[in-house]
């Protein structure tokens, strides 16, 4: 609305080369620390991004994204110390198919279905699923209980052991990568301009015969697929997997990631994670006890003062909308249609 | 036999009686009119027939097929189609995308993903956009165009779908005589390949591109039969003129 230009300006590209770029070669700089921070920030990525395609396209308000995320961890981190898997091309596939099938259950039950469900009762729906499995999982011996897992094994790629550090690092940021791309041909694809259309007019794009709720469950196992990967890949990288990592306060921590960045945006979301992760650790330092108000009072400035993120303050709304025919084309048709 | 039939349609809201034991039928490739003072349930028997409300009693067939209980999606693939009173393009979208996002809608989502017939579709959708005279603001985004050509781009997405049957709730609402006579113009080449239920308060636009016609009047058929002989009839003039 601010933006009355209808000129298709392209941030998002220039900060995403940027960014991939510092990224490639941030290991060189950082000691030890950063680098296991900075993995844990592509992790974290990962499930902000499917949070982002959940809400910021499909409209689909989701406080589970930590359940998939813990249970394709609980998941794999089980297969490894009970049955001795360890091989990074069996985990992490492991890890998006629980992600796969828990969503699935989920948007059997809030998702899918002729009538349409309202946000609150998919949030409420989500978070309750979130809350009802952390607290199974904190009483349940098998799986650690209070405890969760720990002294995970490392994964292994044959007879590699890909330890943290480095070679972690560049893996989680391959996968971050690729599934950063895919989810960026997703968006932009056909398929994308019927999110988009769900995200406007839910109610209107169902008399051109959208199945709009199809779409949206879709939408939301795809993303519970990438929010298992992450939860597999984290796991092992901390070598631990809690109660913690599969409950409702992971699952608002994901929203505040998407929504502090700026949501609609894939990119916005990665950048929610490292800000609001860096200003966590620093505001932890200087004051450890207190810290989380202060962190709480900027998220609220932001997500109150600037409702399309940190982001929005470069990317307009015309670009968050995309596009989505053939660029080009249309104009060069046209200009051949007016002479 | 009627392409669109309904059957003693009623709606019922609360205590107010939106439509009462409404028959209507449309003949394939008929242009059909519907008028009546405002809040006589035009909009509502529209919707009804469309999927936006379900009757509280009575049925809608289309080709003698019972789609009372199906859903708006449903329906769309059964052959309706509509515009609302209220316009709703999609703001934020170029007008491209607009009517790109309504000629497929018949491709399997897997296609969406690999974005299959967006090549394809570019002739149609860049045909469709000339039809209606909005080639030149393909790249705008639809919130800037005026009301007229909004309700021309929601012209232009209803029929993306080549429906058997169209239905318009007030398509020329706030438009220019010229742009009126434009749109009777875009609509009436449709004739040969589907049928037309529009409602509309000029009556002289109405008579220029309808068949039959028929009134509404607190929920209840008052006339329904062919244009001329509607007009005529004493009870129409008064129930429509002393209330409009
Ligand atoms: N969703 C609704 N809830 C309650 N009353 C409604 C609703 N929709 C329409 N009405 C009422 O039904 C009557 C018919 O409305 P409508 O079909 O919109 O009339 P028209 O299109 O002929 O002007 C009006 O009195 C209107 O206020
Ligand atoms: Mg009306």
């Given amino acids: 609305m601010s933006e009355p230009s209808t000129k298709l300006h392209r941030a998002i590209p220039a900060i995403e080369i940027v960014l991939l770029a510092i990224a490639l070669f941030l290991p060189l700089v950082l000691d030890d620390f950063w680098i296991l921070f900075t993995t844990r920030v592509f992790i974290l990525g990962l499930i902000a991004l499917s949070f982002d395609l959940v809400w910021g396209y499909a409209g689909i308000m989701s406080f589970g994204q930590a359940l998939f995320f813990g249970m394709a961890g609980y998941s794999t981190a089980l297969i490894a110390t009970k049955l001795g898997v360890t091989s990074v091309f069996l985990i992490v596939p492991v890890a998006a198919l629980v992600g796969l099938v828990v969503s699935f259950a989920m948007a059997l039950l809030v998702i899918f279905g002729k009538r349409q469900p309202s946000m609150v009762f998919v949030a409420l729906g989500t978070l309750t699923g979130s809350y009802v499995v952390e607290r199974l999982a904190r009483g349940w011996s098998y799986v650690g209980g209070q405890n969760g897992i720990s002294s995970l094994p490392r994964l292994t790629a044959g007879s590699y052991e890909i330890s943290e550090g480095p070679v972690y690092y560049y893996m989680a940021l391959g996968i971050l990568l690729t599934v950063y791309v895919l989810l960026r041909l997703l968006t932009r694809s056909q398929f994308g301009l019927v999110l988009a259309g769900i995200r406007q007019r839910e109610e209107r794009i169902k008399f051109f015969g959208y199945r709009t709720q199809n779409y949206k469950g879709i939408t939301f196992c795809i993303a519970g697929l990438i929010s298992g990967m992450a939860g597999g890949l984290y796991g092992f990288h901390e070598g631990y997997i809690g109660p913690g990592q599969l409950g409702p306060v992971l699952s608002t921590q994901i929203v505040l990631y998407t929504l502090f960045g700026g949501a609609g945006t894939l990119i916005g979301s990665i950048i929610g994670v490292g800000l609001i992760d860096l200003f966590s650790f620093y505001l932890s330092q200087i004051w450890n006890t207190g810290w989380p108000i202060i962190l709480g009072l900027l998220l609220l400035i932001v997500v109150m003062f600037k409702p399309t993120g940190l982001i929005g303050f470069l990317v307009g709304d015309r670009e968050r909308a995309g596009s989505f025919g053939r660029i080009g084309a249309k104009s060069a048709a046209h200009v051949k249609g007016e002479v | ?244």
């Fill in chain 2, 1 to 244: 036999m009627s392409l669109l039939e309904c059957r003693q349609v009623s709606k019922i809201f609360g205590a107010l009686t939106a439509l009462d034991h409404a028959d209507l039928s449309v003949k394939p490739n008929e242009f059909h009119g519907l008028i009546g003072p405002n809040g006589s349930g035009k909009s509502t028997l529209l919707k009804c027939i469309a999927g936006a409300e379900i009757p509280t009693s009575g049925s809608v067939l289309l080709s003698g097929v019972d789609i009372t209980g199906l859903t708006p999606a449903e329906r769309a693939e059964a052959g309706l189609s509509l515009k609302f009173q209220i316009t709703a393009v999609l703001a934020e979208l170029s007008v491209y995308d607009n009517v790109l996002l309504a000629q497929q809608s018949q491709s399997s989502w897997l296609s969406l993903m690999r974005s299959r017939s967006r090549g394809a579709l570019h002739e149609r959708v860049m045909d469709t956009l000339q039809r209606f005279k909005l080639a030149d603001r393909a790249d705008d985004i639809a919130g800037t165009l005026s009301h007229g050509q909004q309700q021309w781009l929601e012209i232009a997405m209803a029929l993306a779908r080549e429906p058997k049957l169209l239905l318009l709730d007030e398509p020329t609402a706030g438009m220019s005589p010229q742009e009126r006579r434009a749109t009777g113009e875009l609509l009436a080449p449709m004739r040969e390949r589907c049928s037309l239920l529009i409602v509309e308060h000029d009556l002289d636009f109405i008579r220029d591109i309808c068949d039959s016609l028929t009134v509404l009047d607190q929920g209840q058929i008052v006339a329904s039969g062919r244009t001329q002989d509607v007009q005529e009839d004493e009870r129409v003039k008064s129930a429509y003129l002393s209330h409009a």
